[in-house]
């Protein structure tokens, strides 16, 4: 995979500032009493169906205009307009946030949002005079909460990390406003629901790291024509067919490993000419593999075991010059007519 480049911070691209409507707290949460949290460790089954239900609420009127109540003091002055925005989104999802052991967002007062922890700002790409929220990074801060629908007011968001947390719960629709997102981690969490769409409508999004959470159901065809260079879904709850266009994808690494798919390995994997890393390790394919794949000539790890795929290794894999024995992995082989094949003889 290439490397990210953390430049991206001061080559945001701005979008017009639109305001999002006020949004207030249902009074059947503030009334609601929530259960003990535990302060670290894995959230209880009654902790996620609180913090759930607590999210589900924003969507009871069709709207979609239910959220946290966020008032600005009279006294706070801020440096322009997107950093008050910014405010408003960090203030709600402090309030979204129902345990925080290492005190992440202690500081996340007061106006001036650029020091808040976790949080970065840059000139913005339109007006170097004035500064913008371009990136957020609470990766490893053990935080249990949701995402609150107001997190949409970070139109110029570049970098979203916030891996091996607690957050659960669905992915809020105003993501779809961050047009100039690029890193998108969502890794290591308890979010569940559908695949969230709202990332095919990042249109600079080149990293998707979904994985280890909760997600379910089909993933769009679509994915697979966005102009990503990495996308991690493994460990997750989907189920679906590979469609024929996923060798449409350019990316570099893609990671599928842990769900369940099924059907066949398309024969379009051979148009990924970008790939250098792809585990599609313990899914449930039951199929052969394509004599296309020995077009990915910069792959350097193919991970297929733990499947149940059939027939000969194809002759072509010779094609694959950088792939090195220990990186084609196959363990628990291939059911071949003329016996079974062990990991050891691929």
């Known amino acids: 995979m290439k490397k990210r480049n953390t430049n991206f911070f001061f080559l945001l691209l701005v979008i017009t500032l639109s305001l999002l409507p006020s949004l207030s707290l249902s009074d059947e949460v503030a009334s609601e009493i929530p259960p003990a ?4 460790g894995t959230l209880t089954h009654a902790e996620v169906s609180y913090l759930r239900r607590r999210q589900l609420l924003y969507y009871k009127d ?37 345990s925080d052991p290492f005190n992440v967002t202690g500081n996340w007062t007061g106006p001036d949002v650029c020091t808040y922890e976790g949080v970065f700002c840059a000139p913005a790409p339109d007006n170097k005079t004035i500064r913008t929220v371009a990136g957020v990074d609470l990766n490893h801060a053990d935080i249990a909460g949701y995402l609150p629908e107001e997190l949409g007011l970070l139109r110029d968001l570049a970098i979203f990390h916030i891996n091996s ?29 559908p695949f969230p769409n709202v990332t095919l409508q990042m249109p600079k999004l080149k990293f998707l790291d979904l994985r280890f959470n909760e997600f379910e159901g089909t993933v769009p065809k679509e994915l697979f024509d966005k102009d990503l260079d990495a996308i991690f879904i493994n460990h997750n709850r989907f189920r679906f ?44 394919f039951r199929s052969c593999l394509p004599p296309e794949i020995g077009r990915l000539r910069n792959a350097t790890v193919f ?16 094609g694959m010059e950088e792939l090195s024995a220990e990186s084609a992995c196959a363990e628990g082989g291939w059911a071949m007519p003329g016996g079974f094949v062990e990991a050891g003889e691929v």
């Open 165 to 193: 947390n607690r957050f659960c719960g669905m992915v809020p629709r105003t993501f779809k406003i961050w047009k100039r997102l690029y890193e998108l981690d969502l890794s290591n969490n308890r979010f569940a629901g």
């Open 62 to 98: 069709a709207a979609g205009d239910r959220g946290e109540n966020i008032t600005i003091p009279p006294g706070f002055v801020f440096e322009n307009s997107r950093l008050r925005d910014a405010y408003i989104a960090l203030q709600a999802w402090k309030q979204a946030i129902i």
């Open 37 to 40: 949290i535990s302060s670290r």
């Open 241 to 284: 067919e590979l469609p024929d266009n996923f060798g449409n994808s350019p990316v570099s690494v893609i990671v599928l490993a842990n769900n369940n798919f099924h059907g066949c390995v398309p024969a379009s994997l051979g148009n990924m000419t970008n790939l250098e890393e792809i585990i599609m390790m313990n899914n449930g």
């Open 303 to 318: 991970d297929v075991s733990f499947n149940q795929l059939m027939g000969p290794l194809p002759d072509t894999i010779g």
